[in-house]
């Protein structure tokens, strides 16, 4: 299935739902992004209903005049953002490819990947596999960092820090979500095929569905740098302090003024030595048009353009429940986590989770949530009703913590954006 059928670059289009409830739907998420007390940068939204796409519409800017070059920019269509931890489910997709090639077992000790033995000191008999690691259930911390320069080793830094373990339970027993599993995928990923990662992900699955973006800023077109969103914040970029009513602060990808740069070292940089370099848990950069893409390939058991991209049998296992939260497994993030795949988060319908999300707790989920540089981001579907929703925020100008979810872990920002994608471009109801 196309999603060029339906979608109309940079138009609204709610099928059978009507021009009342697009014209609310347009209404109501200006409004939040334009919110005088709680403005967004920009957003980026997309909806599937009924196994295609029925909504996509852009709000804000991509690019604010922070430097006084006088460089502002909406956002558009194509513009693509770095879109946190949702890249750890693309970075999952492509790792599949590489276990249907029969490289990689979810199940197999993933030190005969590596140059070197992976284990928790804690519990030195147990394997870690990839199942452990895309299930959050590693036990791997994030306490000593995630990511590393070029010239880092990830031997080295696994060997000598002892707050990346946890002993709550052995490996495959208790979940705490922790970026830095990524970072060994990452490393298993280039071990095995003998590509650097960045490169790796453009071959396996970007380029195969038409894909614009990627890991890698300096490999980008000029087109595509030019569609590459800036993140924002009115704080510093090294501080929590908070001010709504100062200045939007550049965070990342700050395109429109220095051009992007490959990793220093990176020329030296010896392949299977340190995944984290590209960030496969946060750093692609991406449109909502085609994560938009990515959900109907989804949706269609792995097909996209006549092309089989994952096998059915992969996405069976990357969506199947691996961990659910039993009141003494795992840490839930303030209510945040409750049940995980292979990559993929399953949106328990329980209060302070996705699945009561929207309100009338409809909306059965899997996806990824995604948090960084001042992006907040949402890659939800409803796999049985063919139901999806994507929704990039570019930037908060407060504290998005001080404005908690009324019925969800969301931001109220979030719980308005999503509720209102789901009562209007899914249900089509209009007041």
Known sequence: MQMGVRALVGAVLISGAGHAAASQLDAELSAIVNDPQRPLAGLSVLVVRDGAVAYQQQFGQRRLD?????????????????????????????????????????????????????????????????????????????????????????????AAEGKMWGREGEPGAWFTYSNLNWGVIGTIMESVS????????KRLLLTPMGLKGGYNPAEFSQQEIVDTATLYRRRTRDTEVWDSKGPWIAQVDDFGVAAPLAPPGLEQYVVGSNGTLFSPTGGIRLS???????????????????????????????????????????????????????????????????????????????????????????????????QGIV?????????????????????????KILDALYQRAILGRAD
């Not at 003998?194 to 992900?201: A, S, V, W």
């Not at 570019?394 to 019925?407: E, I, L, T, V």
Request: hydrophobic share 40%.
């Open 66 to 158: 922070t430097a006084g070059a006088g460089v502002t920019a909406p956002v558009t269509p194509h513009t693509m953002f770095r879109i946190a931890s949702i890249s750890k489910m693309v970075t999952t997709l492509g790792l599949m490819k590489l276990v249907e090639e029969g490289k990689l077992s979810l199940d197999a000790d993933v030190s005969g990947y590596l140059d070197f033995t992976l284990r928790n000191p804690h519990y030195p008999a147990r394997a870690i596999t990839l199942r452990h690691l895309l299930s959050h259930t590693s036990t791997l911390r994030d306490d000593a960092g995630y990511s590393w320069g070029s010239g880092t080793r990830l031997r080295d830094v696994l």
């Open 194 to 201: 003998g590509e650097r990662f960045d490169r790796l992900m």
């Open 391 to 415: 929704s990039l925020i570019g930037g908060f100008a407060s504290d998005p913590d001080a404005d908690p979810g009324q019925y969800s872990a969301h931001t109220r920002a979030e719980e």
């Open 288 to 386: 909502a048009a085609d994560l938009g893409r990515i959900m109907l390939m989804l949706l269609n058991n792995g097909r996209h353009e006549g092309r089989q991209i994952v096998q059915p049998q992969s996405l069976a296992a990357m969506f199947s429940e691996q961990w659910r939260f039993n009141g003494h497994n795992g840490d839930t993030l303030k209510g945040l986590y409750h049940s995980w795949g292979l990559g993929t988060q399953r949106f328990a319908d329980v209060r302070g989770n996705m699945g009561g999300m929207p309100a009338d707790g409809r909306f059965r989920a899997v996806g990824h949530l995604g948090e960084a540089y001042g992006l907040v981001s949402t890659f939800a579907l409803d796999m049985e009703k063919r």
